[in-house]
């Protein structure tokens, strides 16, 4: 039984400050924003000018109210503006902003981490997830003493040359996976593999005996839209690289404290030899870590011989703020509502594109979320590419003018934050069921 027929009122929605603003940010600016998956590529057009956050919503310098679910894509679980991660800052502010010198406040954020991720003894910070990622494969390639990284198509692990190979995320979305001015050289000791096929990462270790110093994976890709592991898939690469010799590394810098308080390895009971964190442990300030063991970490400067280093890393802001974010994802764990209200918008969504009609899949773990234009599940970067996603930019723009920001690519996963609630989750269903309606047109 269908639901009825939705308003068909196609909302006046213009964005004029947002567009001269936009212009004005295109002078000075490449693309007028500061990186590309904020730019609407995918989806055309140009992107509302934010003026404020609050909660679950966004607030653009035309006046629109949005509910959010970038979440800044990822960071801000808690919402814009937790009081908790405020009051953080406003008591850290004072002390001031960066020393160069080391606090014990760092020491702490790394406990707390080590505490909650299986897989950490010891971490690094850095200061955004790319270099996290950069990091972690030369620590893999620096104990191991061999060359060549497995990563998967449609996984992003940030722009560093090697692993702009087969990219997700943005790169995808304006079509330069393999973006010029990455050379040759640069990505010559990198593997690709389709992510969910652990056959070819087996092929791969046969065709380089002793070569392969890590397997490199977003254990839930979130890049390509949500992409879930296959069963079993997790724990056959850990079974192969502890065959081989080789690290396995999981980039949860999108899944770190956002599926549990352990992140993907806690949730599948999967523990890599290195984790890549970001967003989160910033509450919303640039901070990402790498980690592992102390028998692998030891090898990083100055403790040992693999250099890495950066100047704000470890900012004392950017620590206040994500000592602040895990301080209540540990003590008031939001991981059952948020599974309980990203459900019920998993149920909405699908319900919605069935009365409309519309090939769909519905691909959710925990909080995130992506709705597919395409028929039967995602598993890889092929089936991801077979989108429709001219019918997600249609639907897209629907959703922007009637008050909902989602992600602005099909390669791209949704956030629920603990700010949201049942009646955002509905408004958001119902504000879908017409947008897919347009969409189908
Ligand atoms: P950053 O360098 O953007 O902090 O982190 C890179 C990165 C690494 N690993 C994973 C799994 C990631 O998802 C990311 C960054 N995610 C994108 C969104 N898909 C950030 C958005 C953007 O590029 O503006």
Request: proline share 7%; with cysteine; net charge negative.
């Amino acid at each position: 039984m269908s639901s009825p027929t939705p308003a068909r009122s196609k909302p006046e929605y213009s964005l004029p400050k947002s567009k001269a603003a936009f212009e004005r940010a295109c002078r000075t600016i490449p693309g007028g924003v500061n990186s590309p998956a904020r730019a609407f590529g995918a989806v055309g057009g140009e992107p509302p000018f934010i003026a404020r956050a609050a909660g679950p919503f966004l607030y653009d310098i035309d006046d629109h109210k949005y509910i959010d679910y970038i979440g800044s894509w990822g960071p801000m679980i808690l919402g814009h503006g937790h009081p908790a991660v405020e009051r953080a800052l406003l008591n850290a502010i004072p002390l001031g902003t960066s020393y160069g010198a080391p606090t014990e406040r760092e020491a702490e954020i790394a406990k707390a981490v080590a505490h909650a991720v299986p897989s950490i003894e010891m971490a690094r910070w850095v200061s955004s997830g790319t270099e996290a990622a950069m990091s972690a494969v030369r620590v893999a390639r620096g104990v191991t003493g061999r060359s060549k990284i497995v990563k998967m198509a449609g996984c992003y692990h940030g722009h560093v040359d090697a692993l702009l190979v087969q990219a997700g995320s943005s790169a995808t979305t304006l079509g330069t996976p393999n973006s010029p001015g990455v050379t040759a050289g640069a990505t010559a000791d990198t593997l690709l593999c389709p992510f969910n096929d652990s056959e070819a990462v087996s092929r791969l270790f046969e065709a380089n005996p002793g070569a392969i110093a890590a397997v490199l994976v977003e254990p839930v890709a979130g890049n390509m839209g949500l992409v879930p592991p296959r069963p079993g898939y997790l724990q056959s690469l850990r079974d192969i690289t502890q065959k081989e010799g080789a690290l396995l590394v999981f980039d949860e810098v999108m899944t770190g404290f956002r599926l549990s308080y352990g992140g993907a390895q806690s949730l599948y009971g999967v523990v890599p030899d290195l984790t890549v964190l970001g967003k989160i442990i910033g509450g919303g300030l640039p901070a990402a870590a790498y980690g592992g063991s102390q028998s692998v970490m030891q090898a990083v400067s100055p403790a040992g011989p693999i250099f890495q280093a950066g100047t704000l890393s470890g900012n004392p802001l950017a620590v206040a703020a994500g000592l602040a974010t895990l301080k209540i994802l540990r003590e008031e764990p939001p991981y059952e509502r948020l599974e309980s209200l990203t459900e019920r918008l998993e149920h909405g969504l699908i319900k919605a594109a069935v009365d409309a009609r519309v090939p769909h899949v519905v691909q959710r773990v925990g909080s995130m979320i992506t709705l597919f234009f395409h028929e039967g599940p995602v598993w890889n970067y092929a089936d991801a590419k077979a989108c429709d996603t001219r019918r997600f930019a249609r639907f897209f723009w629907e959703l922007l003018a009637r008050g909902v920001y989602w992600p602005c690519s099909q390669f791209e996963a949704a956030f629920v934050s603990s700010a949201h609630d049942e009646d955002l989750i509905d408004q958001t269903i119902a504000v879908a069921a017409e947008a897919i309606r347009f969409a189908a047109e």
